[in-house]
């Protein structure tokens, strides 16, 4: 049961692909001729995407799309997407790219195409700081919360498979997760280390601390299947901005720390 729930949003978005036709080749030519380049990005998922307190729009893959639009001689759509539908909304049309956080990993390439990775994704574990947890094993008997269907939720299941008495409670989406760990409804959680410190920040004297680090995953921009030229150009993209260091830029800004050194080298 937690494999399925865990697989459930890729196992959708696999149905959506087999149920739609193959997009046209000319899928850059037309967002040339539009002038306008759509992208889905998470705006309920700071530092990649929020609203600050102006209702403005801010964030690290809001600025990586504003980059993009610009270099591609486009003006900039956004529409606001969240972990579990933005793979929907880019496999029924309703978006361009998403530039949503999203982790390169062998499920989600079987469903989209992603570009080279322009940042990275560390997913950890969190909890009271008064607590020793080292290593999955460290949380048997404990009940940890984590959005639905995104990365941290197949991480979660992989670490814990085997260990007593774990509890996984997953909730819609990343907002919902970190309202609940702020109500004090769960102590202990999944997510990236920037879920943490925004939580951490909200709520200053909430007992939470990191604890370890699941896996690090590299993150790309997905764009829909069957668009080869979109694509190309994406990734020529990708590599000019982390050869010229303005990715890397963006990345410092909203993360405090540079892009790993091994992102300069591309298959």
């Not at 303005?246 to 080298?265: E, Y």
Request: hydrophobic share 45%; aromatic share 6%.
């Amino acid at each position: 049961m937690l494999k399925w729930f865990s697989c459930m949003g890729v196992g959708m978005a696999a149905l959506l692909v087999a149920a739609l036709p193959a997009s046209a080749a000319g899928k850059l030519d037309m967002i040339k001729s539009r002038g306008s380049i759509i992208v889905g990005i998470d705006f309920s998922h700071p530092p990649f995407g929020s609203i600050n307190d102006k209702a403005e729009p801010i964030g690290s893959d809001l600025e990586t799309a504003e980059l993009l639009a610009k270099d591609l001689g486009v003006k900039l759509e956004t529409v606001n997407v969240s972990g579990p539908n933005r793979i929907p909304f880019l496999i029924s049309n309703k978006v361009d790219i998403v530039v949503a956080a999203v982790s390169i990993t062998e499920d989600r390439k079987k469903v989209i195409d992603i570009s080279a990775p322009y940042g990275t994704i560390p997913l950890n574990i969190a909890g009271p700081s008064k607590e020793t947890i080292r290593n999955p094993a460290d949380l048997e008997g404990k009940a940890i919360a984590v959005a639905s269907g995104v990365t941290a939720d197949i991480e979660l299941a992989r670490i814990t498979k085997g260990v007593p008495n774990v509890t996984v409670v997953r909730y819609a989406d990343e907002a919902t997760t970190k309202t609940a760990m702020l109500t004090g409804q769960q102590k202990y959680l999944a997510s990236t280390l920037s879920d943490l410190a925004v939580i951490k920040e909200q709520n200053k004297s909430l007992d939470l601390d990191f604890k370890f680090t699941m896996k690090t995953y590299p993150m790309g921009v997905g764009v829909r299947k069957g668009e080869p030229e979109l694509l190309g150009w994406v990734n020529d993209w990708v590599r000019k901005n982390i050869e010229n260091g303005k990715l890397n830029t963006i990345f410092v800004k909203w993360f405090g720390q540079p892009l790993p050194a091994d992102m300069t080298h591309f298959d």
